[in-house]
């Protein structure tokens, strides 16, 4: 009964906009004059997920930044001993030709996986809109599936499709006549490797792409559509026009993200061969993985890291700024 | 908004305050320990033994012990993830090669003063000298073995080779007859000889007067470009190519399919491995028990055997390990006698006991007896691990040799540079 008798008594105070104001202006004299507390408060109340916030995600970006101004092989981590070495790690790192070689790698990688994946993505998420329903639905599904795929397991299965013996590829391409294919190596260079890699990482991302677009395609609405098809509008024109303005930010946003999903790529190009033949395919996240891991140098991983966020900042600048700038706007 | 900074501040501080604290180190061993933790390798020491082991140390001492077998591939990563937690393992087993970079770092309790109880006066020169640092001693020497050809005597006797080969010539013979044997079976693999085999390599490179790289005024070269380590290179070529009409892939090594599978699917004629490789391959398929035996490596002169890697394992306790004085019971107790026999039983030799009488019983023991006296290892250094953790210049090179990628004298050129700068 209370409960019922609270509502009620809500109910109507609900209904009193009008009221608000002089509240409100009522209030805020008395508010000034409730001291520090007063004004702390809403802070104080934000403090606890600010600082589970800061202590998940801030610390440890910290932590690296910390850790690459000091010598931290597997001696100093397990004693505990702290060493300082100012810009040491950075100036190893970045006399060694092989950082340099690498870093343009990972670029080239990112950008041209990057393009792949979201021309794909959007290819696709166009294709959805003129679909029948239920040939829509069966993509769908089958991008989920591949989607909810785990990347390990996705990769194995890439790595059986390659296989230089039993692979289905192979075989299949032997079948059609293609002798030369018998027993071929795809890994034989990192220029190849990285090609199965990127396709493996484009099969694993369009999903996500082509479902995000495709929810921005579906919020045009179709009198605009109608309006350019009445104007004699061509296909290429009406995406100009009517498609490409509605969803241009949307694109810019899922480029941006995938930008930042590809750079940092490890687990698909480990399994794969571990950077090689030869180091070949060893990008950024594969060189830091061996200097800190494998060779216990966490000083200068550390220092890669920066330098990998530092060329990520480099890369999204112009994304970034506009970012910052439509909010200042709003705000 | 001055407000907010402030706060935001203070939390960094706070956060940084606060997570600081969990770092702080323990070591040395506790009056009571309950549990000592106990990591081996997978493959290194029989079931048979480790079961009685550890029962015989829980019921004399009351300490539980907790046994976990690990894995190889990766465990260079895997130990330097877990030596640097708060909660190490008391008892862990490192490959001779790479004892002395986790000992140079500290990480490994230092051993000298209790040789005694580890049997002492009876270890390995081999492995003694891998865990040896500045003359101080930080492991104790569990096993060692090292590799022989392993091969099918049926299909042998099939293809009509009567006797095992005894220089590198027969060999490639008999896997010329046997490959012609087995024609019609296009899986067929007379050798299975994955293209980074490197411990197999070092064998032929060392056969040839060749070797990995060489100490001046404290400073190592690689040696992969001299004409002696450019003909192993070669015997390796020479026995990958006359192996079968399918090649075995040349960027897998023996790990990355177990090769023990591929043999344990009676499509192999020979396989140069381990014993606990051929015991693997023969749990998958018992039948092979009866029709398996082993040579030793062939040499190119006649009539003797290649020099071999002398594979093996210590053991040693983290310097961080809570229980260390547990630890130190555990590994006495394994040092003794009736431990070490069965280790030779199980087809090792054996790291405290210089008994080999339960080794030379079955034949890849004897083969591996025969060609052990022959023994080398990889550069003693801390700065031999550099070499073999990550990506390793002599699997870069034999892949791309083999592939045809690079030509022996640029593969080989581009290894020994990678050696002399990952040892500098």
């Known amino acids: 009964m209370t409960a019922v008798k609270t509502t009620e008594a809500a109910a109507p105070a609900g209904d009193l906009p009008p009221a608000l104001p002089p509240a409100v202006t009522g209030g805020a004299p008395k508010r000034r004059r409730g001291g520090a507390f007063d004004r702390a408060l809403p802070y104080l109340l934000l403090a606890p997920a600010l600082i589970a916030i800061l202590w998940l995600i801030g610390w440890p970006v910290v932590s690296v930044f910390v850790t690459s101004f000091r010598q931290l092989n597997l001696g100093e981590l397990v004693r505990g001993e702290i060493v300082w070495t100012g810009f040491d790690n950075y100036v190893t790192v970045l006399q060694d030709e092989r950082f340099w070689e690498v870093a343009l790698r990972t670029v080239l990688f990112t950008a041209s996986v990057v393009v792949v994946s979201v021309g794909a993505g959007l290819g696709i998420a166009l294709l959805m809109r003129v679909l029948t329903p239920w040939v829509r639905i069966a993509l769908q599904i089958a991008m989920l599936c591949a989607w909810a795929m785990p990347i390990l397991a996705s990769t194995t299965v890439y790595q059986w499709m390659f296989d230089q013996n039993y692979g289905i590829l192979n075989k299949t391409l032997v079948q059609l006549g293609f002798d030369s294919f018998a027993g071929y190596s795809w890994f034989s260079s990192g220029t190849s490797t990285l090609s199965v890699v990127g396709l493996l990482i484009v099969w694993q991302a369009i999903p996500f792409l082509a479902f995000s677009l495709y929810a921005g395609l579906v919020g045009i609405p179709r009198d605009l559509y109608e309006a350019a098809g009445i104007d004699g509008a061509t296909g290429w024109q009406t995406f100009r026009a009517v498609t490409w303005p509605e969803i241009k930010s949307l694109l810019m946003m899922v480029t941006f993200l995938s930008t930042l999903w590809d750079f940092k790529v490890f687990t698909q190009i480990w399994v794969f061969r571990e950077g090689g033949p030869s180091g070949e395919s060893t990008t950024l996240p594969v060189l830091q993985y061996l200097e800190g891991i494998a060779k216990s140098h966490f000083g200068v991983a550390a220092a890669i890291s920066v330098l990998m966020m530092v060329i990520l900042g480099l890369i999204t600048f112009q994304y970034l700024r506009k970012l910052l700038q439509t909010e200042e706007g709003k705000i | ?424």
């Open chain 2, 1 to 424: 908004m001055k407000g907010w900074k402030g706060l935001a501040a203070g939390a960094a501080a706070l956060a940084v305050a606060v997570s600081g604290c969990g770092t702080s180190t323990n070591s040395g061993s506790d009056a009571e320990t309950k549990e000592i933790t106990v990591w081996l390798m997978d493959g290194s020491a029989p079931t048979t033994l480790t079961d009685a082991l550890n029962k015989e140390f829980e019921d004399a001492n009351g300490i539980k012990v907790k046994y976990e077998v690990q894995k190889w591939t990766g465990i260079q990563e895997k130990l330097t993830t877990a030596l640097a937690s708060s909660t190490p393992p008391d008892v862990i087993e490192l490959g001779n090669t790479q004892t002395a970079s986790f000992a140079e770092q500290g990480t490994l309790a230092d051993l000298t003063a209790d040789a005694e109880q580890f049997n002492g006066g009876e270890w390995l020169g081999g492995l003694k000298d891998s865990l040896t640092l500045n003359g101080k001693q930080f492991g104790v020497p569990f096993y060692a073995a090292n590799r022989t050809v392993i091969y099918r005597t049926d299909l042998l006797e099939a293809a009509g080779v009567a006797k095992a080969p005894t220089s590198r010539d027969e060999w490639i013979d008999a896997i010329g007859k046997l490959k012609a044997a087995n024609a019609s079976n296009p899986d067929f693999q007379a050798l299975y000889l994955p293209g980074q085999s490197w411990y197999f390599l070092l064998s032929l490179i060392w056969d040839e007067g060749g070797d990995i790289a060489k100490l001046d005024n404290g400073k190592w070269t690689g040696t992969l470009d001299t004409p002696q380590a450019k003909a192993g290179f070669e015997a390796y070529k020479a026995l990958y190519d006359a192996s079968a009409e399918k090649k075995v892939p040349a960027d897998i090594d023996e790990a990355k399919p177990q090769q023990m599978e591929v043999f344990g699917t009676g499509n192999v004629g020979m396989m140069v491995g381990l014993p606990w490789e051929l015991a693997g391959a023969i749990k998958a398929k018992p039948e092979l028990e009866k029709t398996t035996s082993a040579f030793p490596i062939p040499s190119k002169k006649a009539g003797e055997s290649a020099p071999v890697f002398l594979g093996g394992s210590n053991l040693a306790i983290p310097a961080s390990s809570k229980n260390a004085d547990a630890a130190k019971k555990y590994l006495a107790l394994l040092s003794s006698k009736k431990y070490q026999d069965m280790l030779a039983e199980g087809g090792a030799v054996p790291g405290t006991s210089k008994d080999t009488a339960k080794l030379q019983t079955t034949a890849i023991g004897k083969a591996m007896a025969d060609s052990s006296p022959n023994g080398k290892v990889t550069p003693v250094t801390p700065k031999w691990a550099a070499v073999e953790a990550g990506q390793n210049p002599l699997k870069d090179a034999l892949t791309a040799y083999l592939t045809g990628a690079k030509s022996l004298d640029q593969a080989t050129k581009d290894a020994s540079e990678a050696i002399t700068k990952a040892m500098a």
